[in-house]
């Protein structure tokens, strides 16, 4: 890669993450439709990943999950019951999101675009439920629950409505990724049928 696209790909994607993070946290209102938020840093890095490889989708994945904590941690209350925000959580989960989304559907289909909205649908069913787990677990064992959603608000209300909001979204994010860049035409040059050198580095780390 030359430094002129090298330049272009870190400039675009500091713009996208910038706007992107700073668009759902400031203007939630604008991107809420049939009641539920938009999620587009989670889109964003789902598409990031599955389009240009897993390097991309690591670096998007921890830069964006940063913001992520840094705007809407989670909260728990200590041993004091004060209240403490927990941080790492976002850049962790977005951290295994960047990866899973460049690893899905990979050597089969060879990054299809129309398949990446299939992406966002996958990873935001295993996202939001392990969400809904994760807290229903965490409010039990700390004794401050008296009644969780019932199931069919969690599968319709919640998470099918977070699903449909977050595919449209996704289409024009995905358009934005594949004729605006980060590459050029939307395509990056390093991966052959799906894949890339790159995209082996991470188990490295």
Known sequence: MSKKERARQIIL??????????LQVTFPHVFRIFGRTCDLMLVF??????????????????????FRDYFSG???R?????PVAVLGIGLLAFFYIGILSSLMFRKRFRRKYNLALLQVILISVIY???GHIISFVY???SHNIESYHSLKYILFSSIALQIVVNVIVAVPLLLLLRFAGPYKKGIRSGLVDGYSVE????QKI
Request: hydrophobic share 50%; charged share 10%; glycine share 14%.
């Open 45 to 66: 890095v789902v598409l990031a990943g599955y389009l240009f490889g897993t390097m991309d989708g690591i670096v998007v994945g921890l830069i964006v999950g940063m």
């Open 74 to 76: 989670p909260v728990i």
């Open 128 to 130: 939001y439920s392990l």
């Open 199 to 202: 995209d082996r580095r991470w």
């Open 13 to 22: 994607y500091a713009v996208y993450i910038t706007s992107v993070c700073c």
């Open 78 to 82: 200590g041993l004091d019951g004060a």
């Open 139 to 141: 409010l039990t064992l």
